[in-house]
């Protein structure tokens, strides 16, 4: 009878300890846990930042969706040709090179299937793409991330718009985008003052942090 009790207050002993383990380590799971939501990451092993910590980093690049309309002309094909067409003082192409880039990349045509003694159409237009670097500073008494730096550059792309008549007697038409997710570079980047100095960007934010200022903002474009 001894040995049956013995056993048993073996077994609730046991039973006890891995609870005691367990809610520990629960414990000790959710503290981690939640020292890792204040940076709006679930990270176990969160690790953090001596303050006044810079962060600089470049941020996706945005736009509006619009196009503005820069130069166009109409008539005969062969009329307009040569004509050359422009974007402000950064691009410059003639009508005829824009309707065999539009003819070349939209319908695999050549200039061939082009018949010049009919009307045709070109239209420049620019779009443009914001992107921005930013620099934020980590708090380490409420370990938080906060931006101290925006710089933004503003890059312009070139879009090209043609109708023209083909030689199976079909009109066709048809815009092309040069952006730099296909390849193609912008036309001309409206940059902000210190976009490219690190060293500057790091030296204001840590200054904006430890002074209590606020948000230094720098633009190409204003």
């Known amino acids: ?9 073996i077994f609730m002993m046991l039973i006890n300890l891995g609870f005691a383990f367990g809610m520990e380590n629960e414990t000790l799971f959710s503290k981690n846990n939640e020292i890792s939501l204040l940076n709006g990451i679930v990270n176990p092993d969160y690790v953090d930042y001596p303050d006044g910590t810079v962060d600089i980093q470049i941020e996706p690049p945005i736009t509006d969706g619009n196009t503005i309309p820069d130069d166009s002309r109409s008539g005969t094909a062969s009329a307009i040709w040569d004509i050359g067409l422009r974007i402000g003082s950064y691009f410059f192409r003639t ?58 550059n503003r890059e312009w792309y070139r879009h090209e718009f043609a109708s023209f008549a083909q030689t199976n007697g079909y009109a066709a038409t048809a815009s092309v985008d040069f952006t730099a997710d296909k390849g193609y570079p912008p036309i001309h980047v409206d940059v902000a003052p210190h976009y490219y100095d690190d060293n500057w960007i790091r030296d204001m934010a840590q200054y904006n ?10 633009y190409g474009w204003r």
Do not use: Q
């Not at 009878?1 to 207050?9: D, E, G, P, Q, R």
């Open 209 to 218: 942090y430890y002074f209590n200022r606020g948000v230094t903002e720098e």
């Open 95 to 152: 009508a005829g090179n824009i309707i065999l880039d539009v003819a070349t990349m939209a319908f695999n045509l050549t200039e061939t299937h082009i018949n010049k003694n009919k009307g045709a159409s070109v239209h420049l237009y620019h779009s443009y793409t914001y992107r921005n670097k930013v620099a934020k500073v980590y708090n380490k008494s409420t370990r938080t991330w906060k931006t101290y730096v925006i710089e933004g």
């Open 1 to 9: 009878m001894k040995k049956i009790i013995s056993m048993v207050v």
